[in-house]
């Protein structure tokens, strides 16, 4: 499994960015999870979507303004952001798995299949 992440970039805070995520293969069965990092620290969990439920689950600093979704005609996941702030700044990654227990949405651990990142700056 290949994943693509894309739809990064430099934007004012308060501004909205969509970020995509692209696999070689099928979501179909897998969970899809976007995770950040900024210099320096530690990868964090930003958002999750289970492809067959649709079951999300959002890190609580994002709740209320990302939003995680899937195209299953375009075999795609997405992450709208919206009302962006300084501390958004990271590259984000997507990362997907077969069998990723609820539980463990939000643990990077679970996941064996990352893509490249994309960075995304919010200028205050």
């Known amino acids: 499994v290949q994943l693509q992440a894309s739809g990064g970039g430099l934007v004012q805070a308060g501004g909205s960015l969509r970020l995509s995520c692209a696999t070689s293969?099928?979501?179909?069965?897998?969970?899809v999870g976007w995770f950040r990092q900024a210099p320096g620290k530690e990868r964090e969990f930003v958002a999750g979507i289970r492809w067959n439920s649709r079951h999300t689950l959002y890190e609580d600093s994002v709740k209320g303004r990302f939003t995680i979704s899937r195209d299953t005609a375009e075999n795609m996941v997405y992450l709208q952001m919206s009302s962006l702030k300084p501390e958004d700044t990271a590259v984000y990654y997507c990362a997907t798995d077969r069998g990723v227990i609820y539980s463990a949405i939000g643990d990077y651990r679970a996941y064996d299949y990352w893509g490249q990142g994309t960075q995304v700056t919010v200028s205050s």
């Open positions: 293969g099928t979501f179909r069965g897998y969970t």
